[in-house]
T-cell receptor, first 112, second 113 residues
Framework: NAGVIQTPRHKVTGKGQEATLWCEPI?????VFWYRQTIVQGLEFLTY????????DSGMPKERFSAQMPNQSHSTLKIQSTQPQDSAVYLC??????????FGPGTRLTVL | QQQVRQSPQSLTVWEGGTTVLTCSYE??????FPWYQQFPGEGPALLIS?????DKKEDGRFTTFFNKREKKLSLHIIDSQPGDSATYFC????????????FGSGTQLTVMP
């Protein structure tokens, strides 16, 4: 069974540009989570979907960040007008239940 | 506040020794506590987890202990190997609410040969 797939693995954007990150959860997993990892803030929850419905976006910055899950096989995290402080590793995870979240390799976003 | 505290920040042990990492938490609604292992350039990998109804779970060289009264958990690695050198994160969540994981700050473990 393939694990969580995230593309691209690395993305470099200029300040003010848009970045779209993709996640393909493990087949059959009903929940998809997005986290952000930085040296300073550590691992932070952003948002998650259950059966494609948005459940909790309490960690999402109110402006410029949005996430969607148009079908059960992929989710996207979009950052508009990227800023240097958005530079981080963005991690996607999936699970079948409240427990055992499995993470992808992450997308390293660098905003110049 | 939802917070998970982890210590130590970094740890060096000799090959064959025992590693002990600890975490504490405040939110009494937390009932699920996983430990993740992360190597540079990779995502966190689920190592072992425990539910609040248990006080110990073992998987090979890895054992996690849970103390509900003191709101503490620990990860013990026996016969530590150089290949165990990684960053370890404890986390917590409450299955009755949001399934989001609240992570500790991580422990960078180095096992010297």
């Amino acid at each position: 069974n393939a694990g969580v797939i995230q593309t691209p693995r690395h993305k470099v954007t200029g300040k003010g540009q848009e970045a779209t990150l993709w996640c393909e959860p493990i087949s059959g997993h009903s929940a998809v989570f997005w986290y952000r990892q930085t040296i300073v803030q550590g691992l932070e929850f952003l948002t998650y979907f259950r059966n494609q419905a948005p459940i909790d976006d309490s960690g999402m910055p109110k402006e410029r960040f949005s996430a969607q899950m148009p079908n059960q096989s992929h989710s996207t995290l979009k950052i508009q007008s990227t800023q240097p402080q958005d530079s981080a590793v963005y991690l996607c995870a999936s699970s079948t239940a409240p427990y055992e979240q499995y993470f992808g390799p992450g997308t390293r976003l660098t905003v110049l | 506040q939802q917070q998970v505290r982890q210590s130590p920040q970094s740890l060096t042990v000799w090959e064959g020794g025992t590693t002990v990492l600890t975490c504490s938490y405040e939110d009494s609604t937390f009932n699920y506590f996983p430990w993740y292992q992360q190597f540079p350039g990779e995502g966190p990998a689920l190592l072992i987890s425990i539910l609040s109804v248990s006080d110990k779970k073992e998987d090979g060289r890895f054992t996690t202990f849970f103390n509900k009264r003191e709101k503490k958990l620990s990860l013990h690695i026996i016969d530590s190997q150089p290949g165990d050198s990684a960053t370890y994160f404890c986390a917590a969540s409450a299955s009755s609410g949001s399934w989001q994981l609240i992570f500790g700050s991580g422990t960078q473990l180095t096992v010297m040969p």
